[in-house]
Nanobody, 119 residues
Framework: QVQLVESGGGLVQPGGSLRLSCAASGSIFSINAMGWYRQAPGKQRELVAAITSGGSTNYADSVKGRFTISRDNTKNTVYLQMNSLKPEDTAVYYC?????????????WGQGTQVTVSS
């Protein structure tokens, strides 16, 4: 079964750090860009950061300088290092990637992981 599985969310105080991981599993031929999105209560889902297979990155203005996206292509895994967290970073974080399989290339989402920034 092809899927994206996230881990690493939790409760952290303002100014703290968390590292999210997202691993793609199953019979996957290739993965191009991988990204992290987040959705806060009452708000639309927004792109946080993305990274291509070659390592090019882009970030939402609100997280630039605080978050770092990286990937390990040998493990089909993408990471999001989040530093200097703020209460406004509180949201459910989702991993996203188009995965090429024997049935074709389809857009996959992880199940989401809750990040709460609060004192």
């Amino acid at each position: 079964q092809v899927q994206l599985v996230e881990s690493g969310g939790g409760l952290v105080q303002p100014g703290g750090s968390l590292r999210l991981s997202c691993a793609a599993s199953g019979s996957i031929f290739s993965i191009n860009a991988m990204g992290w999105y987040r959705q806060a209560p009452g708000k639309q889902r927004e792109l946080v950061a993305a990274i291509t297979s070659g390592g090019s990155t882009n970030y939402a203005d609100s997280v630039k300088g605080r978050f770092t996206i990286s990937r390990d292509n040998t493990k089909n895994t993408v990471y999001l290092q989040m530093n200097s967290l703020k209460p406004e970073d509180t949201a459910v974080y989702y991993c996203n990637a188009p995965l090429a399989t024997q049935l074709g290339t389809y857009d996959y989402w992880g199940q989401g992981t809750q990040v709460t920034v609060s004192s």
